[in-house]
């Protein structure tokens, strides 16, 4: 029987939509759109480059609260509203990815309705099981 772990950011909008931040299942854990947005919950940078580290410091604290690492991802998905600047976005994600390599899918978005975010992406992250080799005699 799989078990099923939500993990919330407590914002007002999972309750509207009726959606978790992240949702654990077994050992995978897919984490839902996430955005530039500081603590504050505003998105002060400008740039793709900018936005792009920040949304990968929100998805590496969303792996860490629920016990997975960056080295667990096996699959992101960039949402680029200036798809002209993909080089800047695809720089930064090689920045943390580039050893890791997941299955990657870059999308060309209409704005969205947050108007200064111009870079999200979504992971699905699957937990690495330690095998035990024994030790040849």
């Not at 792996?63 to 080089?87: G, H, P």
Request: glycine share 2%; aromatic share 8%.
């Amino acid at each position: 029987m799989s078990v099923r772990q939500l993990h919330s950011s407590n914002s007002k909008w999972e309750a509207v939509f009726g959606f978790s931040r992240a949702v654990e299942v077994d050992d995978t854990l897919y984490i839902s759109k996430t955005g530039a947005l500081n603590s504050n919950g505003e998105i002060t940078a400008t740039s793709v480059a900018e936005q792009t580290r920040i949304v990968l410091e929100n998805i590496s604290r969303v792996l860490e609260q629920a016990n997975f690492k960056l080295d667990d991802v096996i699959q992101s998905r960039m949402y680029l509203t200036e798809i002209d600047q993909w080089q800047e976005a695809a720089t930064v994600h090689g920045e943390y990815f580039n050893e890791i390599r997941p299955a990657f899918t870059l999308l060309h978005v209409l704005p969205f309705p947050e108007r200064k975010m111009i870079v999200a992406m979504e992971v699905v992250a699957r937990r690495q099981k330690t095998v035990d080799i024994p030790e040849s005699a």
